[in-house]
């Protein structure tokens, strides 16, 4: 089992940075691939990012490639996504999430993770 608690969402401009933060708890953290989904109001959830259990693999929606990076600081416990060059249509609850225990690569579909955390508002203003 593990908890995902995300941070770090709020208010921006267009063109501005953020930057979110997830913060895990769990056993064997370091072997689960986790990735970035987000919902936008009236639409299905959509992958935004993943990344395997070592770090080495990352995955991105065509949307966000080059503004958007993955990482994670396994012996912290976090997986982060940064987020540059921000556009209003980037506005969702961003979620974290992370695949079972056995699991480190990267998936792209919401059905190929187990644990799901909260979600933190992210809104672009233009």
């Known amino acids: 089992q593990v908890q995902l608690v995300e941070s770090g969402g709020g208010l921006v401009q267009a063109g501005g940075s953020l930057r979110l933060s997830c913060a895990a708890s769990?056993?064997?953290?370091?072997?689960?691939?986790m990735g970035w989904f987000r919902q936008a109001p009236g639409k299905e959830r959509e992958f935004v990012a993943a990344?395997?259990?070592?770090?080495?693999?990352?995955s991105y929606a065509d949307s966000v490639k080059g503004r958007l990076t993955i990482s994670r600081d396994n012996a912290k416990n976090t997986v982060y996504l940064q987020m540059n060059s921000l556009k209003p249509e980037d506005t969702a609850v961003y979620y974290c999430?992370?695949?079972?225990?056995?699991?480190?690569?990267?998936?792209?579909?919401?059905?190929?993770?187990?644990?799901w955390g909260q979600g933190t508002q992210v809104t672009v203003s233009s």
């Open positions: 990344i395997s259990w070592s770090g080495r693999s990352t």
């Open positions: 769990g056993r064997t953290f370091s072997n689960y691939a």
């Open positions: 999430a992370a695949r079972g225990a056995g699991y480190a690569g990267v998936g792209t579909t919401p059905a190929l993770y187990n644990y």
